[in-house]
């Protein structure tokens, strides 16, 4: 079953990521722009490849969201820094969580001097070129303005820049007045253009979503945690209480995309050492909003649905729409209850995981006040013991590929004293 079209996984990825630092999101568009307008001039490429292209060449800094943070305000400045970091973090976060791994080379050699990529044996490393040469355009051209002269770089040609790439570049830029359109956001009307032809398959789309989840990565690793132990959670009271398989994907999805929004709250809020005062609390709450505003019209409507009332309670003393429990379907009574569980078995920064005695004893009152499902606690309750080995060995199995990825960073960090 289709959930959320081709064209809206870039979509929702890009806004998405555009929470994290919009400056950085709307330079990756840029530089996709101008690479898919090389491509289309060079020949030989169908639609559907140049749009996978063009989200790669948008994503092409993925790794700088999480190597990065504090030097990207600077655009000139963050170039001229030691790029190794972000390149493999990039690279590895491609290879191992987008269904575009044979792509994912392509941010590791982006930007790497042209007298060494040309030595490196790898079908797409032209690409790594092309990008090259695009981030420079986009980069010196922002910062300098009208003193921006794009033949600035010729004498890079064939050492630091590839000189097929250059002259292909100065042609196209000409032809089709590039820096112009890019001035005048003209360029995302032909970007809108090529996006549509973006082809991938439901397992594709799949795996592009939870990629998604992964960047929650990006503003704190106990993000991630908090999400695959809500996913286990909701994996295992579905088995127990014998959703279908349609009701299962809903909710999967529903749980894999429900703290989107966190990605807009401050850091210093998320990861404060006490509890939040009353301000902080409603800035917190914010996050479903946000969520809704990024899911909605892209995801299905039910799964939206699911993911955004995990704060809602039967009582309807929850929030943001004070549902109550006759208004909510099985699937959102259920992430509500792995949410709050989730919430209180894992570390908070102002408090260690509570013990089994107090979640229980916690669980109990919520379903006696009618803000938890009792049929849900019930059956979280009756399985409790078995319900948390199996979310731990699912949790453990969803987290390896993210935790091999981390290790292989860190192992390259240390080997070139990143």
Known sequence: MEYIKSKDIFVLMRDTLRMIHPRLIEHGQRVAYMVYKMLEEKGGYEEFELADIVMLATLHDIGAYKTEAGALNDMLRYESRDSRAHTIYGYLFFKYLSPIEDLARVIMYHHTDYEQLKKVDYEHKHLAAYINIAEKMDIYSTAMGAQFNM??????????????????????????????????????????????????????????????????????????????????????????????????????????????????????????????????????????????????????????????????????????????????????????????????????????????????SILKEEAARDRLNQQVVNTMLNFYDSIMDNVKIKSAEIMKMYQTLNSQYSQVSKRFKI
């Open 151 to 360: 033949q600035m770089f010729h004498k890079q040609a064939g050492v630091k820049l590839s000189d097929e790439g250059l002259d292909l570049f100065y042609q196209v830029a000409k032809k089709h007045d590039i820096f112009t359109k890019l001035k005048t956001d003209e360029y995302k009307k032909e970007l809108e253009y090529i996006i549509d032809f973006m082809l991938f398959s439901n397992e594709d789309k799949k795996k592009f979503l939870e990629m998604l989840m992964y960047c929650l990565g990006f503003r704190t690793e106990d993000a991630v945690i908090d999400a695959i132990t809500t996913i286990s959670i909701c994996d295992e009271l579905a088995d127990k209480m014998l959703l279908t398989g349609e009701e299962k994907e809903r909710l999967y999805y529903g749980a894999l995309l429900h703290d989107l929004g966190m990605l807009a709250i401050p850091k210093e809020i998320i990861e404060a050492p006490r509890k939040l005062n009353s301000e902080e609390i409603k800035t917190l709450r914010k996050h479903v909003g946000v969520t809704e505003r990024i899911l909605e019209k892209r995801m299905r409507g039910d799964v939206v649905a699911i993911a955004t009332s995990h704060h809602e309670r039967g009582d309807g003393s929850g929030y943001p729409k004070k549902l109550r429990n006759k208004h909510m379907t099985q699937e959102q009574r259920i992430l509500q209850v792995a949410d709050s569980v989730k919430g209180m078995i894992n570390k908070r920064s102002y408090r260690e995981p509570l013990h089994k005695e107090e979640v229980i």
